[in-house]
């Protein structure tokens, strides 16, 4: 299987009031291709850090990161910009879109500055990706409407749109659906099995478990560390989700959740 990346040993240690507070001790995993991994652990356990970290948003304090080939602790800032915006897809909790655009034009304005959305051809074409990206994720309708005339779950699909139109090699989300109702979580959640089903890489953090229990494998982080992974293997069958949740919720407790 290929590694699409590599986590080796990564540190994080913010200092504040002199003190050091070690986020990140030794986190060690790897990503391959096609998998869709889910990340999990209490709060303030450094899930969110792991997210910045590997992407270079945030600057790790030792260890390394290989992505795609390329040790990430290397690049300069512009060189990480761009690895973000060419090679990687971000989905946060918070759904920041401009207001006075159409959600289609949230969607397409960032490509537009990737490295295949220069020309007027280009332009051309990531326009049309992002109406196929919105039929796929059944936004289609919207695609015109400005972002306060969407729901919190058309809105959060729009964002991953968005983080799809340059073919990510990974879609990094950081608790997707935690302002979401359990209806529209569940939409949500259902696209981004699809959207793995597709091809697409996915590292997701989640506090819950029926969003968890969806994914090929889940990392249990605590204190900065990855203390156990469980592999559920692939999402196939709906008649399967109960129990898959039940044999995950009986690891996490095990785990101390
Ligand atoms: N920018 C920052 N500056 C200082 N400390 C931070 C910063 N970001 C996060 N932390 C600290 O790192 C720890 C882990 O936070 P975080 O990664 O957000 O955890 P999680 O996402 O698992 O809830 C917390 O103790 C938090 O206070
Ligand atoms: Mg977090």
Not at 136 to 160: F, K, W, Y
Not at 214 to 236: P, R
């Amino acid at each position: 299987m290929e590694t699409v990346m590599k986590v080796s040993n990564l540190c994080k240690t913010y200092i504040m009031n002199k003190n050091q507070n070690n986020v990140l001790r030794n986190v060690s995993f790897e990503v391959h291709k096609g998998e869709f991994i889910s990340v999990m652990g209490p709060s303030g356990s450094g899930k969110s850090t792991l997210l910045y970290t590997v992407s270079g948003m945030d600057k790790m304090t030792a260890g390394e990161v290989n992505f795609g080939g390329k040790l990430v602790s290397q690049f300069g800032e512009n060189e990480l910009a761009n690895l973000r915006l060419n090679e990687m897809g971000f989905v946060f909790q918070q759904m920041h879109m401009l207001r006075n655009l159409s959600i289609l034009d949230n969607i397409v304005l960032a490509s537009y500055h990737s490295e295949a959305g220069k020309t007027k051809e280009q332009r051309k074409q990531k326009r049309e990706k992002a109406i196929a990206l919105m039929k796929q994720l059944d936004i289609i309708d919207i695609a015109d409407h400005d972002i306060t005339e969407v729901s919190g779950g058309q809105l959060q699909r729009a964002c991953i749109c968005r983080a799809l139109m340059n073919d990510p090699k990974v879609l990094f989300a950081d608790e997707p659906t935690g302002a979401l109702n359990s209806k529209s979580a569940k939409e949500v959640m259902n696209q981004f099995n699809l959207v793995n089903k597709t091809g697409t890489t996915i590292l997701l953090v989640t506090h819950d478990v029926k969003v968890a229990a969806k994914s090929d494998k889940v990392l249990y982080m605590e204190d900065g560390n990855i203390q156990g992974a469980f592999t559920l293997g692939k999402y196939t069958d709906e008649i399967t989700i109960k129990e898959r949740e039940r044999t995950l919720n009986s690891w996490l407790m095990d785990m101390g959740w």
